[in-house]
């Protein structure tokens, strides 16, 4: 083996689980392709004692945290595969490259699928945002607008109205029935039914939201939520998956471990929702309790 510990993925749950393991004076070995979710936002929100700080500043000092531990190294690549082998698993990097450990942790997040609406990927985690704890006090009592992407969409404009009392459902063509639009009325949420078709104003920022029947929403941020795809590594170790209303997930125990022993996933890869507080949280399972399969083996 060349480590004991493989941690793919180098954010929020990557390097709160491979800082564990350093800490265990074992050697762990990160592999970050650097491409974090939250990549898009200017702040983090919400996360304690790092709130409006920039995400990449936080996993800078952690990076070099867990690299004052001798037993750590990162690797900055990209996993393309992942297999077992005895005692094991190998996992082979874009380059060819070849690295075999005892345990594997599945750190490396999801990747948000945008809804074909021009103007979406110009605003994403600027204007247009998918978390109202992370990004809703930023636009408090601004014109906050909710695009309808599945059923629940209407729950969140219920939630957003939190926020701001100028809020509108951009229904995007999925269909309200009347107890959704009682609850929606009832909570003074402006209720569009067309499908929206742009985004307005100078990207990233936003101005309003055009539907195809002409109407033009005014808005100055919209919350929408995206289906997400997960890991291809956890697929091709044979990890059984779980679905949420954004898409699949991994499965995990309450210790974070898959239904592939010795293989662990946190953060966003293995759980709904999704935030970067849960997120380290789950990898202090994953690393603490990896290391504990192994000296318990």
């Known amino acids: 083996m060349d480590t004991d510990f493989i941690v793919v993925g180098g954010s929020f749950a990557g390097m709160a689980a491979a800082i564990q393991l350093a800490r265990a004076n074992r050697p762990v070995r990160v592999i970050d392709a650097g491409q974090p979710r939250n990549r898009f936002a200017a702040a983090a929100h919400g996360f304690v004692g790092h709130d409006g700080r920039a995400p990449h500043a936080i996993m800078a000092d952690a990076r070099r945290q867990l690299l004052a531990y001798p037993s750590a190294s990162v690797i900055d690549a990209t996993v393309e595969s992942a297999a077992p082998i005895d005692g094991g698993f190998e996992v082979v990097l874009a380059g060819g490259e070849r690295m075999r450990a005892r345990r594997l942790i599945l750190a490396s997040g999801v990747v948000d699928q945008f809804p074909p609406i021009d103007g979406v990927r110009e605003r994403w985690g600027a204007s247009i945002l998918h978390c109202p704890y992370c990004h809703g006090y930023e ?16 729950h969140m404009a219920q939630l957003i109205a939190e926020w701001s009392p100028l809020v509108t459902y951009c229904a995007n063509g999925i269909a309200l029935d009347a ?3 009682r609850v929606l009325t009832a909570r003074g949420i402006r209720i569009e039914h067309s499908k929206v078709l742009s985004l307005g104003g100078v990207a990233p920022a936003l101005d309003g939201i055009v539907l195809e029947d002409g109407t033009r929403v005014p808005a100055d941020a919209a919350f929408l939520a995206t289906q997400v795809s997960t890991s291809p590594l956890a697929q091709q170790l044979g990890c059984e998956f779980d679905e949420g209303p954004l898409g699949l997930f991994v499965r995990t125990n309450e210790f974070q471990e898959t239904t592939v022993p010795g293989v662990f996933a946190a953060g966003d890869v293995a759980r709904m929702p999704h935030n970067a507080t849960w997120a380290a949280a789950d990898g202090v399972m994953a690393g603490t309790a990896a290391h504990r399969s192994v000296v318990f083996a």
């Open 139 to 154: 636009f408090l009592g601004r014109r906050l607008a909710v695009i309808g992407m599945m059923p629940m969409s209407a």
């Open 179 to 181: 107890q959704q639009e």
